[in-house]
């Protein structure tokens, strides 16, 4: 698995079409960006590459849902996915998410919790992720791989 992370609009999604050369329709894209819940039964398999992109907005949905167990869902959608790409060396998963607070700790309880949950996510990704890149300004630097 890749993580691709860093400032709100700052390249991410186009930094990686470039640098895993993929068209839109090489991949399956999923945008979570207006409040999605990713579920594994509504992602498209067909491709062998997955790109999901807007995680914050995911993770700050499954709050909103009430959901209490947002890291351990995450953990169960990531290791499900990581062993699909496992299963054939074509195979790659890619996630796409915004840094959320640049360390400011917010004042409002759910912004609180979404910015604390999305730093608990982002450091289960990268651990479990091959590679790991912050994009600033279309610039990536490599973090881990």
Do not use: C
């Amino acid at each position: 698995m890749y993580f691709v992370t860093g400032g709100s609009f700052n390249g991410k999604s186009i930094w990686v079409k470039t640098h895993f050369n993929l068209k839109e329709t090489d991949a399956t894209w999923i945008p979570l960006f207006s409040g999605e819940r990713i579920h594994l039964d509504d992602i498209n398999f067909s491709n062998s590459v997955i790109v999901i992109e807007g995680l914050e907005y995911g993770i700050r949905s499954t709050i909103l849902n009430n959901d209490s167990e947002v890291r351990k869902s995450f953990t169960i959608l990531m290791q499900t996915l990581k062993q699909w790409e496992e299963e054939d060396p074509d195979r790659r998963v890619i996630w796409i998410g915004s840094e959320v607070g640049k360390g400011i700790v917010p004042m409002e309880k759910l912004s609180r919790e979404w910015r604390d949950m999305t730093g608990w996510v982002y450091q289960d990704l990268a651990k479990m992720s091959k590679q790991v890149w912050l994009v600033w300004y279309g610039l990536a630097t490599s973090l881990k791989g």
